[in-house]
Nanobody, 122 residues
Framework: QVQLVESGGGLVQAGGSLRLSCAASGGTFSNYAIGWFRRTPGQEREFVAVINWSGGSTYYESPVKGRFTISRDNAKNTVYLQMNSLKPEDTAVYYC???????????????WGQGTQVTVSS
């Protein structure tokens, strides 16, 4: 089972950028698709983006399409989420997760990180 640790969150002004990282250990990283999800207080966790095992396929939820870019470096066992043109509504705890399926369904992801807080001020 792969273990995941997120980093890179913080406080940024609207219109700014952040890059989140998801570092993996304890498994064969290239066997997994990696997804990013987010949760705001009082809300359900929602899907943000996913990348397949090779990095050749990606999928984004509509609110972030064109602003966020997911990528991976299998040599470094790391997936990135580049977030540009950030909006206050992007404020959330961001989680990365691993799945043996290329999926946007939360239930398909079995390993989760602890989350990293992103706060976008207006």
């Amino acid at each position: 089972q792969v273990q995941l640790v997120e980093s890179g969150g913080g406080l940024v002004q609207a219109g700014g950028s952040l890059r989140l990282s998801c570092a993996a250990s304890g498994g064969t990283f290239s066997n997994y698709a990696i997804g990013w999800f987010r949760r705001t207080p009082g809300q359900e966790r929602e899907f943000v983006a996913v990348i397949n095992w090779s990095g050749g396929s990606t999928y984004y939820e509509s609110p972030v399409k064109g602003r966020f870019t997911i990528s991976r470096d299998n040599a470094k066992n790391t997936v990135y989420l580049q977030m540009n043109s950030l909006k206050p509504e992007d404020t959330a705890v961001y989680y990365c997760a691993a799945s043996t399926y290329y999926s946007a369904r939360e239930n398909d992801f079995g390993s989760w990180g602890q989350g990293t807080q992103v706060t976008v001020s207006s």
